[in-house]
């Protein structure tokens, strides 16, 4: 009699835990999830050094005073997310440092500049591994590159995800001018680490959603906030929320 309910009981759990990684597989697959606890960037927390490299260029060649309002968004960029991590019991102990290079180019997508780095400043044939020197060398858990451009464009985050299973390079580009906000450098740090925008270009629907759940986000709008499903995504939790699994539900195939 006890042991068929011994056999009943563990014919539940094996159902239960089956369920579940039905589930699990499910998320898995969802957009948002891609680039969660992967590449060089993999989890924000303990040790974290994010490198910034000014790089000047013949016509935008980096000022002091540029470069010193670069550094008072980093100092608050470091409060921000140390408050935000320890908001979920996570332990991140962030550092920035600067590199100054030059380069021959101007900003382009064709990506000279950033080749003639890699060339001339870093003998590595990509950033993956100038991280994996920097780690080991300034002894972190994480480190991270930025670079940034005395210069106007749009600033974007080169991220590793599972749909490109032998692409290594993590990186920003950031653009500087002189109304730089604190949360630039705190959103792109995110995304290097797995966090998805929650804003849309194409009217995706994924915005509305993150609307309803996440209004103050970081990856929203110009915010200080890291809302639960970015921390989930970061690695600052391993557990989704209530509100991190209704988004993922309702945006399950948007993107
Ligand atoms: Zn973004």
């Not at 409060?79 to 380069?103: C, P, T």
């Not at 080991?136 to 590159?145: E, K, P, T």
């Not at 002189?178 to 680490?193: G, I, R, S």
């Not at 557990?239 to 991190?244: G, I, N, R």
Request: with cysteine; glycine share 6%; aromatic share 14%.
């Amino acid at each position: 009699m006890k042991d068929r309910r011994i056999a009943r009981f563990t014919a539940v759990v094996l159902a239960l835990m089956l369920l579940l990684g039905a589930t699990n597989t499910a998320a898995a697959g969802h957009f948002a999830l891609k680039g969660r606890d992967y590449g060089p960037c993999d989890k924000l927390l303990g040790d974290t050094y994010i490198i910034l490299v000014f790089v000047s260029t013949p016509n935008h060649p980096w000022t002091k005073t540029m470069k010193d309002r670069v550094n008072e968004v980093s100092w608050s960029s470091i409060a921000i997310m140390e408050s935000e991590a320890k908001r979920y019991s996570a332990k991140l102990n962030l550092q920035f440092g600067g590199l100054d290079y030059s380069v021959p180019y101007e900003y382009s997508s064709d990506k000279r500049w950033y080749q003639y780095i890699l060339d001339n400043y870093h003998s590595s044939e990509d950033i993956a591994g100038v991280i994996d020197y920097y780690r080991g060398s300034l002894n972190q858990d994480s480190v991270a590159m930025i670079f940034l451009f005395n210069s106007w464009d749009r600033s974007y985050t080169v991220c590793t995800n599972r749909d490109y299973p032998n692409f290594s390079d993590e990186y920003c580009v950031i653009f500087c001018d002189t109304n730089m906000h604190d949360n630039y450098l705190t959103h792109e740090v995110l995304h290097l680490y797995g966090a998805i925008d929650f804003y849309d270009y194409n009217n995706e629907g994924v915005q509305r959603v993150a609307e309803k759940y996440f209004r103050n986000s970081d990856m929203l709008y110009v915010s200080h906030e890291v809302d639960e499903l970015t921390a989930y995504l970061v690695g600052w939790t391993d557990t989704l929320s209530y509100k991190a699994s209704q988004f993922l539900k309702e945006t399950d195939g948007l993107r």
